[in-house]
């Protein structure tokens, strides 16, 4: 079993930036799509983003693109979620999450989860 360990959240202003981490610990995760969620206060759940095993491909959410960048590093056996000009509707609490070894960003797919750090962007 994996576990996944997200870091990096806190409180920003908007404009600002934040890189989040998610170390996995337990197996490698270096076969799998990985993939970063976030849920905002009384909203569900929703995909940020998305890297492919080989980092080959890779998706983004419309409210994201051009914004956020996810890469992973295999030999760290971790996953990043580069966060520039950030902006209130940013604020949720962001979750990382190992897919399949294939491709899919239906949540349904993706079989382990972190617990999450907060984001929040001050306006």
């Known amino acids: 079993q994996v576990q996944l360990v997200e870091s990096g959240g806190g409180l920003v202003q908007a404009g600002g930036s934040l890189r989040l981490s998610c170390a996995a610990s337990?197996?490698?995760?270096?076969?799998?799509?990985m993939g970063w969620f976030r849920q905002a206060p009384g909203k569900e759940r929703e995909f940020v983003a998305a890297?492919?095993?080989?980092?080959?491909?890779?998706y983004y959410a419309n409210s994201v693109k051009g914004r956020f960048t996810i890469s992973r590093d295999k030999a760290k056996n971790t996953v990043y979620l580069q966060m520039n000009s950030l902006n209130p509707e940013d604020t949720a609490v962001y979750y990382c999450?190992?897919?399949?070894?294939?491709?899919?960003?239906?949540?349904?797919?993706?079989?382990?989860w972190g617990q999450g750090t907060q984001v929040t962007v001050s306006s």
């Open positions: 999450a190992r897919g399949s070894t294939g491709w899919s960003i239906q949540p349904r797919d993706f079989g382990s």
């Open positions: 337990g197996r490698t995760i270096s076969i799998y799509t």
């Open positions: 890297i492919a095993w080989s980092g080959g491909r890779i």
